[in-house]
């Protein structure tokens, strides 16, 4: 049978319990205070990482924003020197139409000025040459003032009938 020693186990049981308030008193302070301070360095660094997340999300939001804004505002850029191009163009069409006209008109003034001209020297070479048929005809010659004078007749005849 196994005996059981009432004084060995007495003193078995003073010894644990000494030995439980040895270590309560001496080694688990230091062992819990370790422990504490590693768990609180622990949470520090988990609310730290937790912080550092939150702040590159909000880092992330802001910077996707400006990224937002400045294609939005490069669009609007794009759009408005689009439009600045357009309007420079239809503007140089409109002045190249004006220009065209206006050399037209000018060509067309020349044009009916040199008609004009060209009529009026037709009309007196038709009066020099009719008073010269006349004059052969008639057998009558007349002096140069007098021709000058039919000939003046006859073109202001001619311009007021045409």
């Known amino acids: 049978m196994l005996g059981l020693n009432v004084g060995t186990f007495i003193a078995e049981v003073v010894s644990f319990l000494l030995f ?3 270590m309560s008193k001496f080694a688990f302070p230091p062992i819990e ?3 504490n301070d590693r768990r609180e360095r622990i949470e520090g660094a988990i609310g730290e990482a937790r912080r550092d997340r939150e702040e590159a999300a909000r880092l992330k939001e802001q910077f996707e924003a400006q990224i937002e804004s400045a294609r939005q505002e490069a669009q609007a850029l794009i759009e408005r020197a689009q439009r600045t191009a357009d309007l ?3 503007e140089t069409i409109q002045s190249a139409r004006q220009e065209a006209e206006r050399l037209v008109a000018m060509a067309r003034e020349e044009i009916d000025g040199e008609k004009r001209e060209a009529l009026r ?3 007196r070479e ?3 040459l009719s008073l010269a048929i006349a004059g052969r005809v008639l057998q009558e010659e007349l002096d140069g003032a007098r ?3 039919l000939v003046d007749e006859f073109l202001s005849t001619a311009e007021s009938g045409s």
């Open 20 to 22: 439980l308030w040895l």
């Open 33 to 35: 205070k370790i422990l």
């Open 88 to 90: 420079q163009a239809q």
């Open 121 to 123: 020297e037709i009309r």
């Open 126 to 128: 038709v009066a020099d």
């Open 147 to 149: 021709q000058r004078k």
